[in-house]
C-alpha cells in the first residue's frame, strides 16, 4: 500500500481547507485509515480514524465539532475536511493505513498546514 496526501498550505484563521490521502497498491487488505498530525517541537498525535466501510468514525477531543473524516472508496482517497482553521492547527498531518496482512501500518510522507493568526 502506498499513500500520497495532498493540500496542505498556507491558510488564514477560519478558513476552511480539505486534505487528500490518496492510496493505491494492495487497497483490498486496507482496514481501517487516520489522519495524524505533528505540531513543531511535539509528538505526532492522533486526529481521527474511519473503518473501511466509512460508517464508523473516531476523533481527537480537540478536533470534534470541526474536522470531519471521509473516506470514497471507489477513489482510492481518504479526506480531511477542516473548518475553522486556528493557528494551533500548524503542523505536518500525515495519512496512515492498517493493511490486514500486516503488524505496522503504513504512513504517507505528510502534507504541511499552516495557519496564521
Request: aromatic share 8%; net charge neutral; charged share 20%.
Amino acid at each position: 500500500v502506498q499513500l500520497v496526501e495532498s493540500g496542505g498550505g498556507l491558510v488564514q484563521a477560519g478558513a476552511s481547507l480539505r486534505l487528500s490521502c490518496a492510496f493505491s497498491g494492495s487497497t483490498f487488505s486496507i482496514d481501517v485509515m487516520g489522519w495524524y498530525r505533528q505540531a513543531p517541537g511535539k509528538r505526532r498525535e492522533l486526529v481521527a480514524t474511519i473503518t473501511n466501510d466509512g460508517r464508523s468514525t473516531n476523533y481527537a477531543d480537540s478536533v470534534k465539532g470541526r474536522f470531519t473524516i471521509t473516506r470514497d472508496n471507489s477513489k482510492n482517497t481518504m479526506y480531511l475536511h477542516i473548518n475553522n482553521l486556528k493557528p494551533e492547527d500548524t503542523a505536518v498531518y500525515y495519512c496512515n493505513a492498517q493493511d490486514v496482512r500486516l503488524e505496522d501500518p503504513t504512513w504517507g510522507q505528510g502534507s504541511q498546514e499552516a495557519v496564521s493568526s
